[in-house]
């Protein structure tokens, strides 16, 4: 997987790997998004509003033209479990706050993505996109134990 994964960043033009998990794996996917996204647009700049509009938007879905957001399966609230609108299946949170297991395995993050965004939006989300979504589900903050 290693391989694939040296790969995938050769292809875009992404020069590290994240060796952390949790927020600070989820913050070198930020960054190098970001980098990705100013090979275009060089004074880009993540924001987590941007994120979290992007994460509530509502699109037709191409399947059957029904409304949905990344926030129907994932929630309001990423710190949160979500639920699968379809299939009704629990889904961890999708915060790397509440789930350090998030943003960690760069195939699984490309593959979602990938999968997701062409599900929801009809394609592939942009570098700024996801450079935009990570830096709103690293923003938030967790809950007071
Ligand atoms: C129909 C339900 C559904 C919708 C809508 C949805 N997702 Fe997901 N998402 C899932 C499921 C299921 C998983 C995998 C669950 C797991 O790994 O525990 C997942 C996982 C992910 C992951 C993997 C993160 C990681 O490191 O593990 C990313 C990234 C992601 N989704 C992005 C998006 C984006 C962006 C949108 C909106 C464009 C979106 N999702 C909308 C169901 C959904």
């Not at 993050?109 to 599900?119: A, G, P």
């Not at 009809?122 to 589900?137: F, I, M, Q």
């Amino acid at each position: 997987m290693r391989k694939f994964a040296v790969v995938l960043f050769v292809a875009l033009g992404i020069s590290s790997l994240p060796a952390q998990a949790g927020v600070d794996g989820a913050k070198q996917f930020a960054e190098q998004y970001a980098k990705h996204a100013q090979v275009a647009n060089p004074g880009f700049k993540p924001t987590a509003e941007a994120g979290r509009d992007f994460y509530t938007k509502k699109y037709e879905r191409r399947k059957d033209n029904k409304e949905e957001a990344c926030a129907s399966c994932h929630t309001d609230n990423p710190l949160n479990k979500g639920k699968h609108v379809d299939t009704g299946k629990p889904i961890q949170p999708l915060s790397p706050v509440t789930n350090p297991q998030r943003f960690s395995d760069l195939q699984k993050v490309e593959t979602k993505f990938k999968k997701h965004c062409n599900n929801i939006i009809g394609r592939d989300c942009t570098p700024a996109e996801k450079s935009n979504y990570v830096t709103y589900l690293m923003s938030l903050e967790a809950p007071k134990k």
